[in-house]
């Protein structure tokens, strides 16, 4: 290997110093939270107890997370071995995903301290909320172990990184039941709120949208970053992840084209087994209907369009409006739709200081992010394990 | 970890899991607990004075408030309860008369709050108060998303030890044999305390002597499953800012039928998943198989295609050797020929 492929650049480019800027702000602003109450900086009040800590952080972020137990479903259960090269970058999200659902959590809770007591303590079975945390906590460990063998292979440490690779298929299908779970806890929290919530998006069904459509979430995260990296990252990739790509990319768009179809017609029944078409023809059900066609029926023909005409580029957009879409419903449920009854003057709008802890905490985990992509092996492989995934 | 464990962990969610939707999901009608206590408000008594107000903020040691308690001011804005107020009296004008309503903690018979609390901190007690238990909040406020009567506040600016906080029907009092603070100063009888069958009972025969003055319906008798402070009115209940569309499921009904899916996804899911796997390894394994046998005929064909072209090289080099020996054979006889020749006739004395 030669010693001098790159020159030496400055590392204060616009996106660090930008990344720095923010990182002070949100650390500013994180001894405020701690030292002065979830008051001093959110304008969460006693009607509106979850703000876009629990809209965004939480239900997005998991959401988006689910790219990691899709596509180790899709290689390792059902065989798609020629998307095996998706799997590490998959893997690594996710589990930066969740590590920092599980980091935003620690600045919603109010005794942050005590997180773990339904695990450990006082559990809660009756409870949704119990479920996503069990689930969440588990998830997260057996990301742990699936995320692992990267650094192995970099510290070299063999017998590690075997033991953890001989736990992939069991690891696999723990991942897919606790996300199986806890996607739909997310949705089944809200199911104890029928007055709060708009009854175009409340339904018994909650729980099921929430876990259908967390598939096409992961899916399009899967495309959107492999977009992504290949236009940034491009020198890290070895051959077999650049000869992979396209094959990954429109797989899932087809997977992804038909899980949103099936999405779409699920949450029509939903609609009309509590019969609520009369709110359609109201704001909020025009509102409704932006989602439904808007993010959900045309990035699903647009995914159908980039899988027939095998074209990446309409299946990356397709993918960027879908997870927009993904982040509208969650939001929608959570804050948009939630407390509709409430005169607006009551109604929750976030503070700058809340967006601004939220952007901290989304920025530390890119940057997380790059530096595991760019110092780990995960869109290449290692040299001295070739071969042995 | 070990495997095992983890398996053992999940399964042992799963059984939480199943036994708790066995208790909540079950097809039996939770009534409350006999002998139960409750409040009946009577919103054709009360009068608005706040004193129901001071006496909560006094048993309850709550801190003063910025307006004295006898300003009645504050009646013409709309107020909810608070960490530091537990119950407040709203004012309404209804057909241009004022009416009144007392608003706390209804101390549901199946309290959302305490089906949303993933520690239980919430207990319903046997004396019909619904009690939160601060030493195991975890303050992640999802009581406050459930509770339909938007009652459970939080002390948002404490960064330590935030609290939530709600009436507690002065479980205390009650069990010293005293009345909750509130019932005991209101000045006019607009709050009964007593046995919650009783106060239905009270309930009924005011609505059933003063038809003209009471709408017949008892709010808290039904709503959200039962509730054990009751309310009677001259006006419609949504006039006096109740919600009359909650409905009579009570609240662990509505999360029991998708709860009870849990132990049917860790039950099931893996066997479905496993089943994918194995049918996957024997697709591969067939195809693997498939493979080769493809193999192995193209190398015995390949095998045979080069015995034959060996064989023919071996012929054409048989055939090449025998033609080159016949040409030697050819050459050596035509060469003893010529010699021959050159023997029988006289030598040429140049060449000698
Ligand atoms: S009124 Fe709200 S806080 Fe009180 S018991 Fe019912 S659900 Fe819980
Ligand atoms: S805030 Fe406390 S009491 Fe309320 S649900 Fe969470 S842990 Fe339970």
């Not at chain 1, 990691?68 to 479903?73: E, L, W």
């Amino acid at each position: 290997m030669s010693h001098h492929t790159t020159p030496s650049k400055t590392f204060w480019t616009p996106a660090n110093i930008l990344t720095a800027v923010i990182l002070v702000i949100g650390l500013v602003l994180t001894v405020k939270r701690f030292t002065m109450g979830i008051g001093s900086v959110t304008n969460l009040t006693d009607d509106n107890p979850w703000g876009i800590w629990i809209g965004f952080d939480l239900l997005c972020g998991v959401a988006l997370a689910a790219g990691g137990y899709t596509t180790s479903a899709a290689v390792y259960l059902f065989g798609m071995k020629k998307y095996h090269s998706a799997v590490r970058p998959a893997i690594t999200t996710a589990f930066l995903g969740y590590a920092f659902v599980v980091f935003a959590l620690l600045y919603d809770l109010g005794r942050y301290y005590r997180l773990p007591y339904p695990l450990t303590i006082y559990p809660g079975p009756t409870s949704f909320l119990f479920e996503v945390g069990l689930c969440v906590a588990l998830y997260l460990t057996v990301l742990a172990i699936e995320f692992s063998p990267a650094l192995w292979e970099t510290l070299r440490w063999k017998k590690l990184r075997f033991w953890a690779h001989s736990l992939t298929l069991v690891l696999t299908i723990f991942g897919v039941v606790l996300s199986t779970l806890h996607q739909s806890s997310l949705g089944g929290l809200y199911l104890l709120a029928p007055s709060k919530l708009h009854p175009l998006w409340y339904s018994p069904y909650l729980a099921l949208f929430f876990f259908v459509s967390s598939i096409p979430a992961g899916l399009s995260m899967v495309i959107f970053e492999g977009g992504l990296s290949h236009t940034f990252l491009h020198h890290k990739m070895d051959e077999t992840h650049i000869k992979e790509a396209p094959g990954v990319t429109l797989g899932f768009a087809k997977a992804a084209a038909v899980v949103l179809f099936t999405y779409f017609n699920l949450k029509w029944i939903g609609v009309a087994l509590d019969n609520n078409w009369h709110y359609l023809s109201t704001g909020w059900g025009a509102w409704f209907l932006v989602e439904m066609l808007g993010f959900v029926l045309v990035p699903c023909l647009m995914y159908a369009v980039a899988a027939r005409e095998k074209s990446q580029k309409l299946a990356f957009w397709a993918s960027i409006v879908t997870v927009l879409g993904i982040v509208l419903n969650r939001l929608n449920i959570s804050l948009v739709a939630f407390n509709w009854q409430l005169p607006a003057e009551l109604r929750y709008v976030p503070s700058w200081e809340e967006i601004m802890i939220t952007v901290f905490i989304v920025t530390l985990e890119i940057t997380v992010l790059r530096i595991c992509l760019n110092k780990l092996p995960i869109l290449h492989e290692h040299p001295e394990f070739k071969g042995a995934h | 970890m070990k495997r095992r464990k983890f398996i053992g962990m999940l399964a042992g969610a799963g059984a939480c899991m199943a036994a708790s939707t066995a208790t909540a999901g079950g097809t039996h009608h939770f009534k409350g607990y006999p002998e139960s206590f409750g409040v009946l408000f009577d919103s054709t008594k009360c009068i608005g004075c706040r004193k129901c107000e001071a006496a909560c903020n006094k048993v309850n040691e709550l801190p003063a408030q910025p307006v004295p308690f006898d300003d009645l001011a504050v009646l013409d804005s709309r107020r909810r309860t608070h960490h530091d107020t537990f119950t407040v009296v709203n004012k309404y004008s209804v057909n241009d008369k004022p009416v009144y309503r007392k608003q706390q903690c209804n101390h549901c018979l199946e309290p959302a709050c305490a089906s949303a609390c993933f520690v239980g901190a919430f207990v319903k007690d046997k004396t019909g108060a619904v009690s939160h238990d601060a030493s195991k909040c975890v303050g992640c406020r999802y009581c406050m998303i459930a509770c339909p009567f938007e009652i459970p506040t939080y002390e948002y600016h404490d960064p330590i030890t935030p609290r939530v906080r709600k009436c507690t029907m002065c479980q205390p009092r009650i069990e010293e044999g005293k009345l909750p603070g509130c019932v005991e100063d209101c000045p006019k009888g607009a709050l009964v305390f007593g046995r919650r069958e009783d106060l239905l009972n009270i309930a009924r025969e005011r609505i059933r002597k003063h038809p003209s003055i009471y709408i017949d319906h008892i709010y808290g008798e039904r709503e959200m499953g039962g509730t054990s402070w009751m309310y009677i009115s001259g006006v419609p209940f949504e006039k006096i800012g109740m919600r009359e569309d909650l409905g009579v499921t009570p609240a662990p009904e509505l999360t029991s039928g998708a709860l009870s899916l849990v132990p049917a996804v860790v039950g099931l899911w893996p066997m479905f998943l496993t089943g994918a796997y194995a049918l996957t390894k024997r697709r591969e394994k067939i195809a693997e198989e498939e493979q080769h046998h493809a193999v192995a005929e193209a190398v015995a064909e390949a095998q045979s295609e080069a015995a034959k072209k060996a064989k023919a090289a071996m012929e054409k080099a048989e055939r090449d050797k025998q033609a080159a020996i016949d040409r030697e054979v050819k050459k050596a006889l035509k060469e003893a020929e010529e010699a021959r020749l050159k023997a029988e006739t006289p030598a040429d004395p140049s060449e000698q």
